[in-house]
């Protein structure tokens, strides 16, 4: 489409149309709704990691002051459990081991914070206070732990449906190929590493509100969602057993979810079905402690990884080993994180032949693990950028030049990775050259040097990631094990004055959806920024959709909206078609005008529209009035957004403290929307990705009990942690949508964590250091140096 | 947080009256920035709260000249003086700048606002800094009741020589010639994974240890060491024993050791 | 149970209250100031924000009782109608916020930094920062928007008690 560049279309680093609600406090998030008549719904607690309830006791919390009702596993055992969504086999071809997840407990708990009753009151506070008066009796059972461990004969079984606590035993790639190429590589680099668990943390805490109309018998749930027709989906045909037309779920804004938000959760359905049960509205919000033992966290692997090398330093092969953690239960889509998402993965930016990776996937006493931003992909950017820098350093290379040599080269897509993706586009050279160059790669011994003056340790780490986005071609993901699809729908109605509004089944939680779509619009239409209105989070607006993770929303929710707009201006040309007199096939659309082609005769689209809502003089008998479209799109295939991102870190060797001194970020998302919103989301994913490097743990004790449950013991990055980044971006465009573009979502924390870890190990080389697990506090740093001195 | 009676009077004489009156567990309430997140956690169930902050005289910062052998400088704080009130005193900044320092490295500004030294050292949190202060600077610390020695104030862990119903009203810093306090931040919390204060009074130095072990302590060696020859060179080789230092996810007690004496000699660089 | 008066954004109001109800409680439940949000229960994100007597303060850290006679300012207390307070505006030209849920505690905390010390630098602006947590931003763009904030704030006033002269209420 040829056009004159449009100030609020594609690629204008517009300001967002949301701001103005957030910062005057008028942001309408879940919690801030209060519906009249409103009850309080307080979740009793598990305090055992694992036990057995041998009895409840509700009856004086039920006579407690302002307690409207308490509801134990006895009144929810006809409910269903909550749902994984996706079905992994193991590589002798049995399904994996789903152990029920009742939205209250029965008959055993198998994690801190398992919800055992719920308290229903007038107020919270009065909620709370007769939860100190229920009564239960449990007898403690071993805590699983200890991933290892769980599978030893005589460990305790987290659910009976799978005595030694594996979920799943998954295989992916040419096993013999890879063993072979070990067998004859010159050298062979092997690594143990951990991928920490990590607590998403959106600052706003979970909340749900759950609202039923007798009259209409339809059930109302306000979330705090990243995808609320998912919700209602699950919630509606699993847990609660009520038909989708019967539920509404409003995702009004939310603060935040870097994946936490996407799964559906006991609370949600429990409210829905209690308001329900009470004729009245129950509200629930999560208290942050709440939120550390029942929302979804993130990582938690345990990895060996072994790359084979050729003489001249070309990779043969990879060979991937992990334990991955499931928590107690099996979340949403935990299945799928540490398989589909991430050992297609394990070929990077690089031409590696062979790869072979197993992963296991193990119950343990713990909250339940998920996605997190990132989801898999981190965690195999990380043991590849890790084993590629270690290496570089076992053979003496340079960890750039390493890297170079295996990188795929622009010619070779689009190309076949042996782990299942086909790679469309990229350019590793383009993307690694503009990070060596922002981060002056060649100048660094000297700053090395002068920090040597300052009785520092300065480091440099350079890490190239890839990420396989826009998540998903419903055919291939239903052939891997989805029980969804994983297209994205919209719904583009023209109003009447030529006014555009856009129901989308995206969410936004931040990511300026409301603004970026609104560009799209404006560019393809041709029309001004402020008569597009984006709609979003309601059932009740929105024909369908699949929510926002995953990087998805402008590669397939975008692509949606493209579609629908076509749909428009093909019918808009029939319009004008009639209207100017002329042949359809005649017609083209350009700059917001219907034209007879080679003439100046046009159309305006506003006049088009009009026309079609005041059908005068209008073809009835061959089109429709009204200008309204709907579009499924369904990806093609994933987008793969890639880049290089360098690191400088300068330790204090007396303490072992870290500082980061530099950040660099070379990413290529395709073509771009809204750069100051790319920006910005790379931003928070480097703050989130050098969170998971340094800072933040979820460390549970032997007990099950997670002893960094607060922020006063989990460590969230601040402002005086980070410095600013220098963050560019170059382009290949995506070849297989309309938009060609990638997503940017998640690429901050999936290229950071490697890139800050090969900082600190350089900074460490003269100690004989090879690796430093995440979080690299300062008192792991201390002790590898302190045991280096002492060799 | 479970309901309480909420009391404000406006005397310590009305104060000590409530607190007779005040059935089975009353508490006083100065900042609030470590009884309300107790409250709210329902970690203590008083039956009425006192709020100290209608009592006239409690806050403000003066100096006052020692009498008899002590005859040094004093700089007395009200115990309702918020943290950011000492942080920015023209005359603790110029007395002892260290204390000034240690208050603006207290939490963050909004509970630096709020925050009082009475109610930290009240409170007694192993890892707080202002006890590194009171034990290094000779304090005293001035009661409704009496006036207890710095060095007997903390007791052990959360505990100090206060009895019940007992109100700090204010605490006399003894200026030093020099001083300096170095903290090394649990990163989480941000609260002392380890904070030393040395300060020097002529002959006698002291050295004051928050963070590390089960409430403040001095370490004598590194006292002598540093009265002999005031220089960071003369804690070479002085090493705090890691036996009865706290052990947590953040930090082992060999680490907390080992920061003691790095922090001890940077405090010792800073003093100049 | 106590009664309270305080002024909130310059109104005069008065609630009755449990003795442990908080000050946000109070904003949020009984005044309809939504604006003011709650992220964590140890007094540790800053989400919660507001000015008492022209200070910062956690406001999931003050009881209401402990606010009575006080004059407490919110995030919808700053615009001046449909112009927005120069902070409020340096967020949005500067994308200082993307869920904009720690956005209110973030803007209330950076006028309260421009009254501190209106020389802040980008290494002090982080420091002050420490009582604010975002997850979204990785607090780029909230530091540039912060350093450009302060600077409107003083070329809209006299030198000297420019930051005080809106939003606050010393
Ligand atoms: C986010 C956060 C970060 C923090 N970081 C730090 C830090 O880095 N370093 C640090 O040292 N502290 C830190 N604190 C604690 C802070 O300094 C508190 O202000 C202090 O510990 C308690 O003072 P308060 O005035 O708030 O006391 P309150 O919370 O009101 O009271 C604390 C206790 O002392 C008692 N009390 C109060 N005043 C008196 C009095 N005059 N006489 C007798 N008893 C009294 C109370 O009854 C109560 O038991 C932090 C707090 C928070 C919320
Ligand atoms: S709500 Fe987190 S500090 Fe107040
Ligand atoms: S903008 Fe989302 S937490 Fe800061």
């Known amino acids: 489409m040829t056009h004159q560049p449009n100030p609020t279309g594609i690629g204008a680093a517009l300001k967002r149309k949301e701001d103005p609600r957030f910062l005057r406090g008028k942001g309408r998030y879940t919690d801030d709704i209060n519906l009249p008549g409103q009850s309080y719904a307080y979740f009793l607690r598990s305090a055992y990691a694992h036990a057995r309830i041998k009895k409840i006791d509700t009856r004086a919390a039920k006579k407690a002051r302002g307690v409207v009702a308490v509801y134990t596993s006895a009144d929810t055992a006809k409910l269903g459990g909550l749902p994984c969504g996706w079905l992994i086999h193991s590589k002798d071809g049995s399904p994996m081991k789903e152990g029920k997840h009742p939205v209250l407990a029965e008959g055993k708990v198998r994690h801190v914070g398992d919800p055992v009753a719920v308290i229903i009151a007038e107020t919270l506070a009065q909620a709370r206070d007769a939860a100190e008066l229920v009564e239960i009796d449990f007898a403690e059972l071993p805590a699983v732990v200890d991933m290892a461990k769980a599978q030893n004969k005589g460990a305790a079984a987290v659910h009976d449906v799978a005595p030694d606590n594996v979920c799943y035993d998954w295989e992916l790639g040419d096993k013999a190929a890879v063993d072979a190429a070990f067998a004859t590589a010159a050298h062979v680099t092997r690594l143990e590493l951990t991928n920490n668990r990590l607590a998403a943390n959106p600052i706003e805490p979970r909340a749900a509100i759950g609202d039923y109309s007798s009259a209409t018998g339809e059930h109302t749930l306000y979330t705090t969602s990243q995808n609320p027709h998912v919700i209602r989906l699950l919630m509606g045909a699993f847990v609660l057993q ?149 290496a570089a350093l076992e053979t003496g290379r340079d960890p750039v030049e390493l890297r170079r040599l295996n990188f795929i080269q622009p010619h070779q897509f689009p190309y076949q990775t042996p782990v299942a993706l086909v790679y469309d586009s990229g350019n590793y050279q383009a993307t690694m050259d503009q990070a060596l160059k922002a981060a002056d790669y060649a100048g660094f011994e000297k ?345 | 947080m479970h309901d309480f009676k909420y009391a404000r009077p406006a005397s310590l004489a009305a104060a000590a009256t409530l607190v007779k009156k005040g059935g089975a567990d009353p508490v006083f309430l100065a900042g609030g920035q470590t009884l309300i997140p107790a409250l709210k956690m329902r970690l203590r169930k008083p039956s009425t709260v006192i709020d100290l902050a209608a009592i006239k005289g409690l806050d403000g910062i003066a100096e006052k000249k020692g009498k008899g052998k002590d005859k040094g400088l004093t700089v007395v704080v009200g115990a309702l003086t918020t943290h950011a009130a000492v942080a920015g005193s023209k005359l603790v900044k110029a007395r002892i700048p260290a204390l000034a320092a240690l208050a603006e490295g207290i939490g963050d500004p909004q509970v630096r606002h709020r925050g009082t030294l009475g109610g930290s050292i009240a409170n007694a949190d192993p890892a707080a800094d202002y006890p590194a202060a009171v034990i290094a600077l000779h304090a005293e610390v001035v009661t409704n009741k009496r006036s207890i020695s710095g060095d007997a104030f903390f007791k052990g862990f959360f505990e100090t020589a206060l009895k019940p119903g007992e109100i700090v009203t204010a605490v006399n810093f003894r200026v030093p010639d020099k001083a300096a306090y170095m903290k090394f931040a649990q990163p989480a919390s941000r609260f002392a994974l380890v904070g030393v204060l040395v300060a020097k009074f002529g002959a006698e130095v002291r050295v004051a240890v928050t963070g590390a072990g089960a409430s403040v302590f001095r370490v004598p060696d590194m006292e002598k060491a540093l009265a002999k020859s005031f220089s960071a060179a003369a804690l070479d080789g002085i090493k705090v024993s890691p036996k009865d230092l706290n052990s947590d996810i953040h930090a082992a007690a060999d680490y907390r050791a080992h920061l003691i004496g790095v922090l001890a000699k940077r405090a010792v660089e800073a003093c100049g | 149970m106590p009664r309270v008066a305080l002024t909130v954004n310059g109104k005069a109001v008065t609630a009755e209250v449990e003795g442990r109800t908080l000050l946000v409680q109070l904003l949020r439940e009984n005044l309809g100031l939504t604006g003011t949000h709650v992220g964590c229960d140890t007094s540790q994100c800053g989400a919660c924000t507001v000015h008492v007597n022209g200070r910062s303060v956690k406001s999931c850290t003050m009881l209401a009782v402990q606010a009575a006679s006080s004059a407490v300012t919110t995030i919808e207390g700053l615009a001046n109608g449909t112009e927005l307070h120069p902070m409020q505006e340096a967020f949005r030209e500067h994308h200082g916020l993307q869920c904009g849920f720690c956005t209110p505690g973030m803007v209330m905390s950076a006028i309260d930094l421009a009254r501190h010390n209106p020389e802040a630098d980008e290494t002090q602006v982080r420091e002050w920062l420490e009582g604010n947590l975002c997850r979204c931003t990785g607090y780029h763009n909230i530091v540039k928007a912060i350093l450009a904030g302060i600077k409107a704030m003083l070329g809209n006033a006299p030198r000297g008690k420019s930051a005080k002269s809106r939003g606050t209420s010393s």
């Open chain 1, 242 to 390: 009520i038909p989708e037309h019967k539920i509404r779920v409003i995702a009004p804004d939310v603060g935040g979810g870097f994946g936490s938000k996407i799964y559906h959760y006991a609370e949600e359905a429990l409210v829905t079905w209690a308001a329900a049960q009470l004729e009245r509205p129950v509200k629930w919000t999560s208290d942050r402690s709440e939120a550390f033992l029942s929302d979804a966290q993130g990582r938690d692997h345990k990895t060996v990884v072994e790359l084979a090398l050729d003489k001249d330093g070309k990779f043969l092969a990879l060979r991937e080993s992990t334990l991955a953690n499931m928590g107690a239960y099996l979340s949403t889509f935990a299945s799928v994180i540490p398989t589909w998402l991430h050992g297609t993965l394990l070929a990077g930016q690089y031409t590696t032949p062979a790869i072979y990776c197993n992963v296991k996937a193990i119950y343990t006493s713990t909250v339940a693990v998920d996605a997190y931003r990132g989801a898999g992909r981190p965690e195999a950017t990380f043991l590849l950028e890790r084993v590629i820098d270690l």
């Open chain 1, 447 to 791: 700053r090395r040097q002068a920090a040597k003056a300052r009785g520092k340790l300065r480091g440099i780490g350079v890490a190239s990631y890839i990420e396989a986005c826009g998540i998903a071609p419903s055919n291939v993901a239903g052939a891997l094990g989805a029980r969804a699809g994983l297209y994205e729908a919209a719904t583009v109605r023209v109003n009447p004055t030529g006014s555009v509004s856009v129901m989308t089944g995206s969410h936004s939680h931040g990511q300026g959806h409301e603004t970026t779509f609104a560009q799209v619009v404006s560019d393809k239409l041709g029309i001004a920024f402020d008569q597009v209105e984006i709609v979003h989070g309601d059932t009740a607006k929105i024909p369908f959709g699949m929510g926002t993770y995953g990087s998805r929303s402008i590669a397939v929710g975008g692509s949606a909206i493209v579609k629908a707009m076509d749909k428009i201006i093909a019918k808009g040309k029939k319009i004008a078609a009639h209207m100017l007199e002329a042949a359809e096939g005649d017609m083209t659309f350009e700059n917001g005008a219907f034209k007879v082609a080679g003439t100046d005769r046009q159309k305006s689209f506003g006049e088009v529209a009009f026309s079609a809502y005041v059908p005068h003089k209008y073809p009835l008998d061959t089109v429709e009035p009204g200008l309204e479209e709907t579009a499924f799109y369904d990806p093609k295939n994933f987008t793969f957004p890639a880049g290089t991102y360098i690191c400088e870190v300068e330790i204090d060797p007396d303490t072992g403290a870290v500082e980061i001194v530099a950040f660099h970020a070379a990413d290529d998302f395709g073509n771009i929307i809204n750069p100051m919103i790319v920006e910005g989301q790379v931003h928070g994913g480097l703050a989130q990705g050098i969170g998971q490097a340094l800072f933040e743990h979820c460390v549970y004790d032997d007990a099950g009990q997670l002893v960094s449950g607060s922020f006063m013991d989990y460590c969230m990055p601040r402002a005086d942690n980070l410095p600013s980044f220098n963050v560019a971006t170059s382009v290949t465009v995506c070849t297989h949508n309309p938009l060609g573009v990638k997503g940017c979502g998640e690429a901050g924390a999936i290229g950071s964590p490697p890139a800050v870890i090969n900082a600190i190990v350089n900074a460490l080389k003269d100690y004989g250091v090879t690796h430093i697990e995440m979080p690299a506090t300062p008192q792991k740093i201390w002790r590898a140096i302190r045991s280096a001195k002492k060799k």
